[in-house]
């Protein structure tokens, strides 16, 4: 049995929206970053860094934390949505890292200052909102001409799609990123990315198309 221990943020939708796609039995644990659960030291044991999301494999015995590394786990374990052929994995692998040192830290400060602290300083909003829009140019350039990032539907889009679903937080008109919009809504589309952005079932806001 797959624990999944979450709070309904970005990176824990990706885990989510993964585990939904694969339809694999798992268990939700609700780890409350509001009220510090991620600091009990129950949760801390699987994941000592103290941040969310984090999966404990009974089955194999596995304990992974960081959101990329359980993608990989998870893909690797069951075989799906990460290619074994060595460019086209290199290609997801790439664009998995992409999202993971660019897009989300980028984007995290843009939802802690463009969204609920604008104003507080006129040039880290400037900066933020200038290489937010590089991040959104560099997809829409990836994604022209092609369905998904790397190839076929696979962990690079479920990392990156959370993220841009908060695009109205990056102050981003998907308008002006007509090949970001299109992928957008095809993976608003799937019923898995739709359940999966639901867990767990705390969150009160719906993605917008």
């Not at 709070?7 to 929206?17: A, F, G, L």
């Not at 000592?48 to 590394?69: L, W, Y």
């Not at 969204?115 to 937010?132: A, C, F, W």
């Not at 990836?142 to 962990?155: E, K, M, N, R, T």
Request: hydrophobic share 40%; glycine share 8%; charged share 20%.
């Amino acid at each position: 049995m797959i624990h999944f221990y979450a709070w309904p943020t970005p990176n824990c939708r990706k885990v989510s929206i993964l585990l939904q796609e694969l339809g694999v039995p798992y268990e939700v644990h609700t780890v409350n970053i509001g009220e510090d659960d991620q600091f009990k030291p129950e949760f801390l044991d699987i994941s000592p860094n103290n941040k969310v999301p984090a999966i404990h494999d009974t089955e194999t015995a596995v304990k992974q934390f960081e959101s990329g590394a359980i993608l990989i786990y998870l893909a690797e374990k069951y075989g799906k949505f990460l290619p074994s052929e060595t460019a086209d994995r290199a290609s997801v692998l790439q664009w998995l890292m992409w999202q993971m040192g660019g897009l989300g830290p980028i984007a995290g400060q843009g939802h802690h200052y463009l969204k609920h602290n604008p104003g507080v300083s006129d040039y880290t909003d400037k900066r933020l909102k200038t290489e937010i829009a590089r991040l959104y140019g560099v997809l829409d350039k990836q994604l022209d001409g092609q369905d998904f990032v790397a190839g076929d539907y696979s962990i690079a889009d479920m990392a990156i799609w959370p993220w841009v679903s908060r695009y109205e937080w990056h102050q981003v008109d998907l308008n002006a990123y007509p090949n970001v919009q299109r992928w957008y809504r095809a993976l608003l589309s799937r019923a898995a990315v739709q359940r999966g952005y639901h867990v767990p079932h705390v969150a009160d806001d719906i993605p917008q198309g």
